[in-house]
């Protein structure tokens, strides 16, 4: 397995890998998500509810609480092929900023969608602001030696979602 760098991530995000590909986004050996336009976000009562943050921006943004928990989903699309898998992985800065991202960072060969992103606020006393295209991710994609017998588009619950989904596992609980 190798890690594709910035020319070949370039060229993975032309042929439709990535869209919109925006090549500022670009990284050594890895490429910069943008958060999309919804949240779920769990309410005190234990239940959740969704959030519609489109018009929102840097100067108008949505204000995740201290501990708070929310699911988000990426701006962009991501297409992996049968040689490919990828990691979703938290950017220091948003980790310094009191940023955390859940460990369901994996993805594997052939997942096409937008990837769904868990984010809870860390920190104590401070409100974290969170709205369209904040970079709070980044994606490491890795060549595979071989493609798998059968791939995420064949086995995955989570195949083609275009928005936030939450758990589809119920024995994990809601």
């Known amino acids: 397995m190798a890690t594709l760098v910035d020319r070949q991530l370039r060229e993975w995000m032309r042929n439709g890998g990535l869209s919109p590909a925006d090549y500022a986004l670009v990284n050594p050996a890895s490429v910069n998500l943008r958060i999309g336009t919804a949240l779920v976000v769990e309410s005190p009562g234990g239940g959740t ?17 201290p501990g708070e928990w929310i699911l988000t989903h990426t701006q962009e699309v991501v297409m992996l092929t049968d040689r490919m898998e990828a990691e979703v992985c938290l950017r220091s800065s948003a980790a310094r900023a009191g940023w955390q991202h859940a460990l369901a960072g994996y993805i594997d060969p052939g997942w096409s969608g937008r990837i769904t992103l868990e984010f809870q606020n860390v920190r104590r006393f401070q409100v974290l602001p969170i709205y369209p295209g ?7 994609v890795r060549a595979l030696d071989s493609a798998p017998d059968s791939n995420y588009s064949q086995t995955g619950r989570y195949q083609g979602d275009m928005g936030v989904q939450g758990n589809k596992d119920r024995s994990l609980g809601d």
Request: proline share 4%; charged share 20%; with cysteine.
């Open 49 to 65: 509810y969704e959030v519609d943050i489109s018009g929102l921006h840097v100067g108008n943004p949505f204000l995740v609480d």
């Open 134 to 140: 904040l970079e709070l991710c980044q994606l490491r």
